[in-house]
Structure formats: C-alpha cells, structure tokens
C-alpha cells in the first residue's frame, strides 16, 4: 500500500516518497499495518473503538484514547501526551484493528488507561517538530564524543527529541552495565533540556536504524518483525547448515532472525529420520551415518573400516534395519537394501518454445573469409612496406642542366631558301 508519490516516474524510473517518515498512507514507513477492516461497517448497535495507534520516529508506536472524539485517519499528524509536555506522532491505525494489536502486544484492553490525544497538530507544533528533528544528528554526534571522553563502554545509537523540544531521549547499546550519571550532568548542561536514556539490544537497534540483509531486501526486523525470539545455533546445524559466524550472523552480531523461518519443517521432516547416533549393525560390520539429505529423504552410511565407501539409503531402509537390530538379527550387509534407481540423462538444452536455435538473429561467424582477408591485408602490407623500403634505398640520377635551349641529339634540317 505505497501512497501515490511512490508511483513511476519519467523513463520508467521510481519517484521515491520523498516525505521522510510521513507517508500520507503509512505504506513507505517501518512496521506499516494493512487496516483490513478499513472497508467494514461495525453492527449498528456497536460503537467504534475509540483508541488509535501512533507511530514516532524509527518505527516506536504506542496506543492512545482520543476522548475528544476527534476525526481521525490515517497519516493524520497530532499531539499526544507526554511526561512531560507533549509529543508529536502521525496516526497508523484506527477502529477495530487497534483492537487487535493490543491484544497481539499483550496491552491491557482499557481506554480509559491510555494516554490521550490533545488535538490535531498546527503549523506551529509541526514547525518546532521538523526544527527539533533536524537537530538530532548533531546532537548524536557530540553525544558520543562526550560519551568517549568519559571511557564509558557504550555506544548511543540513536537520539530522538519530543515534539515540543523539552526533552531528549538517547538510545545505547552496552555489553555490561554502565554508570552514566556524570554524563548525563553534562548533557543536560551542555543541550539545556531534559535527558533520558533508555538502553536496547542489538537486535531493537539493528531495527530502529534499518538495513539492508545478505538475501537484497529490508531488514525484517525494521519492516515488519515485531517479536525478537531467541535463536540457538541447533537452529543451523537442523538444517544441515555449517557454523560460519560470519554467514549466520546479521548485522547485529546476533544469529539471524530468519533462521527460525523453515526450522519447523526441518523438525517435521527429521521426525521419520533415524537417529545419526545410531550404528547399522550387520554380518559384514557395523556402519556409520555419514550425511543426510532432509529433502530426498536419503542417508549415507559408511563401514567402520572403509570410511572412503559410502552407501547410499533412504530412510525407511535405515529404519528397518535399526529394528532388526533391535530384534537381535543383523542383515548380511547394507549393499542387499540399496535401490539402484535410473539416472536421468541431462540434456545441454531443450527446445521448449519451439524455437531453432537462441542466436538465430545473430550474424554467423565467416572465418574462412575474414583468416584469407587477414592474410591479404598482411602480405599486401608487407608488399608495400618491402616497395617503400626499395625506393628509400635506390640511386638518385642527376638531371642535366637546362642552358636555354632544349638538348636534342637529332640533327636540324635546316629549311631550303626561296629563290625570289
């Protein structure tokens, strides 16, 4: 649900938002919400839930009663309750959705505790706002050289003014527990508002500042992950995964989210697997799972003295074999339960459209013509550089000086006289 300024610009080239986390839509913003029930009209004798969602800035959205009944939709900006003061938030979500998320959040159900929207913003609210907004990244940046200059080890990610300018919260990510009383002396001194300091994880941090993952898309923790579980390094090793912090990590540091995404297929298919631990007992000797392959249902099973052979078998075959084992009886050997099936012979290209060849638009290559125009060019080259050099070296003969009259080795007739 992009607004319209999202839509295709001149020579098919993306407009882009352009509004910087003020969509008019909530469709260009972190954790946007699909209202659904936004084309739905509630049973006449039911009335609307009076409770709106409003998001501020990096995604942070909290609930609010509008006990002033006031007009609400989507994208609308408004001043909500602060402590202290007031804030400024854009409305994300109204009616019997809002509901909802606060029973998916584990928010108590009750208007009349939540806090209230004052009204609508005016031009003044939303001037200091975009004033204060713009401030933020330089008070980031000498928060954290205040920061260093104490030795503390932590790590302000982000900071976020309120709305009406009288306060300042700074976001930080610490690995223990960090005593920042004299730094926020001097902040307050050195700002002149007041300060609050709420530390994160890695993983809330990686959110609020967005990015971009190892798979080309958005964070799903920025765009649309709201719960953080735990993710254990069995996740990788259940999906035959190998243990390369460097690949399993995200830009958090943390292991990836997404790691738990198929983690219960995987869990659901090695159900009808045997156990890796579990030696074939046969007559020829006892064999060793190898490797497994989750999707074709396979297993791979070595002697103990021939570790190089492997024997290929699926999954019911191993498990037939683990129950005789358990009967007491061993089989002769694993080669008597291997399925030898047909290979398929792969084929360099299919013509699937019909069509003759894919470069038959290309001009065909004539390189018997261009090898007899190549050597003609070079002997033609060579001829004329040969001729160049035989004239460079040969003898100038000297002209004969003119004296007037042209020389001529014929005699003259000299013309008979007239008699007159």
């Not at 300018?165 to 508002?193: G, H, M, P, Q």
């Not at 156990?275 to 046969?282: A, F, S, V």
Request: hydrophobic residues 30%; positive net charge; charged residues 30%.
């Amino acid at each position: 649900m992009g607004c319209t300024s999202c839509a295709t610009g001149a020579n098919g080239q993306p407009k882009g938002c352009k509004n910087n986390g003020t969509c008019g839509t909530d469709g260009c913003n972190k954790l946007t919400v699909f209202d659904w029930l936004s084309n739905m009209q509630l049973p006449a004798d039911m009335e609307p839930f009076n409770a709106v969602e409003v998001r501020f800035k990096n995604g942070r959205k909290e609930f609010f009663q509008n006990p002033e009944n006031l007009t609400l939709s989507i994208g609308d900006v408004v001043a909500t309750e602060a402590s202290p003061g007031h804030d400024i938030g854009i409305i994300t979500l109204t009616g019997e959705l809002v509901r909802v998320q606060m029973k998916k959040k584990k928010v108590p159900v009750k208007v009349e505790a939540l806090p209230k929207i004052y009204r609508k913003a005016s031009q003044k609210d939303i001037d200091i706002w975009q004033g204060v907004r713009n401030k933020e990244a330089d008070v980031q940046k000498r928060s954290r050289e205040i920061a260093i200059r104490h030795g503390l080890q932590m790590k302000i990610s982000d900071v976020e003014f309120q709305g009406d300018a009288s306060k300042v919260i700074f976001y930080y990510t610490a690995e223990e527990r960090v005593d920042f009383r004299e730094l926020i002396k001097e902040f307050a001194r050195t700002f002149n508002t007041r300060i609050e300091m709420k530390q994160v994880g890695f993983r809330q941090e990686a959110a609020r500042l967005g990015g971009i993952g190892s798979c080309g898309r958005e964070l799903c923790c920025s765009t649309w992950l709201t719960d953080f579980r735990s993710v254990n390094t069995s996740a990788a090793r259940y999906q035959q995964l190998s243990l390369n912090p460097q690949k399993l990590a995200g830009q958090c540091g943390k292991l990836k989210c997404c790691l738990n995404y198929e983690l219960d297929t995987y869990l659901e298919a090695l159900e009808s697997f045997p156990n890796t631990e579990t030696k074939l007992q046969t007559e020829k000797g006892n064999a060793t799972c190898q490797k497994i392959d989750i999707f074709k249902g396979l297993l791979w099973y070595a002697y103990e003295n021939e570790f190089a052979n492997w024997h290929e078998l699926t999954a019911e075959k191993a498990n037939e074999i683990i129950e005789l084992n358990k009967k007491g009886k061993k089989p002769l050997a694993l080669e008597e339960f291997i399925i030898e099936s047909p290979k398929a012979e792969k084929e360099p290209f299919s013509n699937v459209v019909g069509q003759d060849s894919l470069t038959r638009f290309d001009q065909p290559k004539q390189k018997g013509k261009k090898r007899r125009k190549k050597s003609r060019n070079k002997n033609r080259g060579k001829a004329e550089a040969t001729a160049g050099t035989a004239q460079k070296n040969k003898p100038r003969n000297k002209a004969p000086k003119r004296t007037g009259n042209k020389p001529s080795n014929k005699p003259r007739n000299p013309k008979p006289k007239r008699n007159e």
